[in-house]
T-cell receptor, first 112, second 115 residues
Framework: DQQVKQNSPSLSVQEGRISILNCDYT??????FLWYKKYPAEGPTFLIS?????DKNEDGRFTVFLNKSAKHLSLHIVPSQPGDSAVYFC???????????FGTGTSLTVIP | NAGVMQNPRHLVRRRGQEARLRCSPM?????VYWYRQLPEEGLKFMVY????????ESGMPKERFSAEFPKEGPSILRIQQVVRGDSAAYFC?????????????FGQGTRLTVV
C-alpha cells in the first residue's frame, strides 16, 4: 500500500510560469516531509523540507505548502526554468521511526 | 565530507549469478536505506538498516534478496540467482538517525543489468 502518492506522473510547464507538484499521504503519523529532485542516471538530491508544525516553507524559487487536514503537500516552483526539468519525489517520515516513504514521482518538463 | 558512495555504478550479471551492491553511508550516519527503481517506475523501498540490525525489510522480495550493515564496512545488498526482472537502478541513502529532522542523502545508484 502506497502511503505517499503522487497522482500526476508528468507535468509540462512553460518557462517562466509556475510549476505545481502535488503529493498526498495517508499516514497521520507523518510529521516531516521532503521533496527530492532526480536527474536521469543520478541519485535523488534533497530540495526542500517542511515539518508538520509549519504550513509553508520557502527557499528561493521553491516553496512547499502543507495542508495537514487534507494530508496534502505541494511544491511550487516560480519561475520555472528549463534546468528544473527532472523527476520530483515527495517523501514523508513518521515521528515514530526514521523510514522515509517516497511517492512514485512526477516528471516535470519545463519548455523553453 | 564525502557523500554516500555506491559501487559499482554499473553491474552486468548473467542470469543465475550473484550481484553484490555496496553502499558506504556518509560519515556519522548510522541509518541506511535501500531503494529500487524499475524502468518507468518510482522509488520503491526495500530495506532499512541500522548498524548490525535490520529495522524494516518489508519491501524486500521474500527470496534471493538479503541486506546487511555490519559494524565495520559498507552496507551490502545481495541478490542471488539474478533474473532479468532484477534489472533496475538500486539506490542507497543514509541519515544520521533517530531524533533529528533531517533529510536522507542518496548515492548515485548502481545500475544492474541482467543479461
Amino acid at each position: 500500500d502506497q502511503q505517499v502518492k503522487q497522482n500526476s506522473p508528468s507535468l509540462s510547464v512553460q518557462e517562466g510560469r509556475i510549476s505545481i507538484l502535488n503529493c498526498d499521504y495517508t499516514n497521520s503519523m507523518f510529521d516531516y516531509f521532503l521533496w527530492y529532485k532526480k536527474y536521469p542516471a543520478e541519485g535523488p538530491t534533497f530540495l526542500i523540507s517542511i515539518s508538520s508544525i509549519k504550513d509553508k516553507n520557502e527557499d528561493g524559487r521553491f516553496t512547499v505548502f502543507l495542508n495537514k487536514s487534507a494530508k496534502h503537500l505541494s511544491l511550487h516552483i516560480v519561475p520555472s526554468q528549463p534546468g528544473d526539468s527532472a523527476v520530483y519525489f515527495c517523501a514523508a517520515v513518521a515521528n515514530t521511526g526514521n523510514q522515509f516513504y517516497f511517492g512514485t514521482g512526477t516528471s516535470l518538463t519545463v519548455i523553453p | 565530507n564525502a557523500g554516500v558512495m555506491q559501487n559499482p555504478r554499473h553491474l552486468v550479471r548473467r542470469r543465475g549469478q550473484e550481484a553484490r551492491l555496496r553502499c558506504s553511508p556518509m560519515k556519522g550516519h548510522s541509518h541506511v536505506y535501500w531503494y529500487r527503481q524499475l524502468p518507468e517506475e518510482g522509488l520503491k523501498f526495500m530495506v532499512y538498516l541500522q548498524k548490525e540490525n535490520i529495522i524494516d525489510e518489508s519491501g524486500m522480495p521474500k527470496e534471493r534478496f538479503s541486506a546487511e550493515f555490519p559494524k565495520e564496512g559498507p552496507s551490502i545488498l545481495r541478490i542471488q540467482q539474478v533474473v532479468r526482472g532484477d534489472s533496475a537502478a538500486y539506490f542507497c541513502a543514509s541519515s544520521p538517525g533517530a531524533g533529528s529532522y533531517t533529510e536522507a542523502f542518496f548515492g548515485q545508484g548502481t545500475r544492474l543489468t541482467v543479461v
